[in-house]
Structures are given as C-alpha cells and as structure tokens.
Nanobody, 130 residues
Framework: QVQLVESGGGLVQPGGSLRLSCAAS????????MGWFRQAPGKEREFVAS????????NDADSVKGRFTISRDNAKNTVYLQMNSLKFEDTAVYYC???????????????????????WGQGTQVTVSS
C-alpha cells in the first residue's frame, strides 16, 4: 500500500506560480514512477506530467510544456510540480499518482496514461482567477 498526500494548491492570478508537493509513504519511493494529473469541472481527468523512478526522465503534456516542471526528491519521498505562467484553463483538482509497473531501467520513459497508475492521492485544488 502507498499513501499519497498532495499539498500546495490554492488561488492564484493568471501569470502567477504555484508549487505542488506530493508526499508518499508505504513503499520505497524510488521504485515507482510518479505522475500528476488534473480534472477540471465537467471534464475528464487528464495527464499533466510524469517523472521516471530515478528522476532522470520527464514526460509533459503539450498543454503545460515550457510552463510546468515535474521533479522528485527520492530522499524526501516527495514529487513536485512547479507551475509557472498559470492560465485560467489550468484551474482543476490536481492529483498525484504512483505507477508500480516494473521497468528494466530506472530511467525508463514515464507513462502519461492514467490506467497505468496504481495509487492516487486525494487531490489539491488549483484555481486561477483574477
């Protein structure tokens, strides 16, 4: 079992920044890929970004490329999502998730498919509004 707890959400103006954190517990953090997804009201959950087990590879959705950065600190069992240049359309509940599928390499390409993720946090609300 893995427990994932997100934090750092809030209200921000367009163009502003937020940093989300997701603290994991329950299993060795470096053995699973981590991802961020989001769900806006009335929309399906969508992929935001993911990071490989070692942190050496990242995968970003086109909608956030150049604005959001995912990273992880395996010593702190935490994954981060730095969000810059926020837009109205970034408003959503943001979820972190853990993918336990075995990989040959710690730097294997991290999945952007929600069905590949085994554990999910409760989510943190991000609202971009003026």
């Amino acid at each position: 079992q893995v427990q994932l707890v997100e934090s750092g959400g809030g209200l921000v103006q367009p163009g502003g920044s937020l940093r989300l954190s997701c603290a994991a517990s329950g299993r060795t953090f470096s053995t699973y890929v981590m991802g961020w997804f989001r769900q806006a009201p009335g929309k399906e959950r969508e992929f935001v970004a993911s990071v490989s087990k070692s942190g050496g590879k990242t995968n970003d959705a086109d909608s956030v490329k150049g604005r959001f950065t995912i990273s992880r600190d395996n010593a702190k069992n935490t994954v981060y999502l730095q969000m810059n240049s926020l837009k109205f359309e970034d408003t959503a509940v943001y979820y972190c998730a853990a993918d336990f599928r075995p990989t040959a390499l710690a730097n294997a390409w991290p999945s952007g498919i929600a069905a590949d993720y085994d554990y999910w946090g409760q989510g943190t609300q991000v609202t971009v509004s003026s």
